[in-house]
DNA sequence: TCATGATATTTGTAAATGCAAATATTATGG
DNA sequence: CCATAATATTTGCATTTACAAATATCATGA
């Protein structure tokens, strides 16, 4: 049978787009995009991240990341930095411009968070977010097992 | 404060672009993409959809979507119509080659919801869709709120 | 130490994407 | 009935994206 509005990669996908719609077109308006803001909030939660983690972290695919790089070092909000102890390993770090516009980004973000779960107890939030957070931890286990096989 | 992974539109991005990577890789031993599948499962749910519902049941950007149709329509999986009472229209329809094509997608899909699921109980699963749907319940009453002050 | 393989990132290139404009058709008010 | 506005879809075009290949550096073992 299978309804569409009963899968939950479906529900997933509709809900994220939405979200990200709306939030990209708000802070166009802020001269930034959702890709940099990932990378800006990823920084924010730990500085100094390679290109590698900053991938995991914001699920943007390591090369596409490379050129949102680029364009935000361009726009001096961050810097990239050789590894010393590997020159293989580039780090990224936040410039004071690039703090800034995290800052004014923020309260957008905690805003359209707000939004969202509009309606839900705080248990409800809570539980939401541990079993999004079950969900991304089943398919991380999938890809390991794919890559341990190779 | 915010860290990143207690933020919702985060985490639901993360689940989300996993299940897309795995998935998509997956089924492109199929010969077709996630685009496609998301047109099929919404034409299965119900056939006969113009271009704009449809771009709403899949989220894909209208104009987007009106060259993924184009593709897909090479390829003899949909076909394309005219409505006769409003020529502005034009509704889709999967061809028999396209319903031979969802029904071999279809229980990838079932194993990928499976896997996604992993380790949820029934009620936390029902609970999990409940959520996602009032999630997009409350982006969709933002989006009409603003074309209601255009 | 040197050759070979592994790892991290970037770049080449073709395809996908999204905004804005164009096109086609229908609805509305005078 | 006609002009104008509204709606549905497609197309022009610049940007973004992703796969694969290239580059740069490090690790390993003979």
């Known amino acids: 049978m299978l309804p569409l509005d009963d899968y939950v990669p479906y529900l997933l996908n509709r809900a994220g787009a939405r979200i990200a719609q709306a939030f990209s077109e708000e802070i166009r308006g802020l001269g930034t995009t959702l890709q940099a803001w990932r990378v800006l909030a990823a920084l924010r939660d730990r500085d100094n991240q390679r290109v ?3 991938s995991d972290h914001t699920s943007i695919e390591i090369s596409t990341l490379s050129r949102v790089l680029d364009g935000m070092q361009k726009q001096g909000l961050i810097a990239r930095r050789r590894a010393d102890d590997d020159g293989r390993v580039v780090t990224l770090h936040v410039t004071p411009a690039g703090r800034r516009l995290t800052d004014r980004i923020l309260p957008v973000a905690e805003r359209y ?3 969202a779960i ?3 107890s705080a248990s409800e939030t809570a539980t939401l977010k541990r079993l999004l957070r079950r969900l991304y931890a089943n398919m991380d286990a999938l890809n390991g097992k794919r890559e341990a096989a190779e």
């Open 113 to 115: 968070e707000r939004i």
């Open 118 to 120: 509009n309606g839900l």
């Open 52 to 54: 590698s983690e900053l």
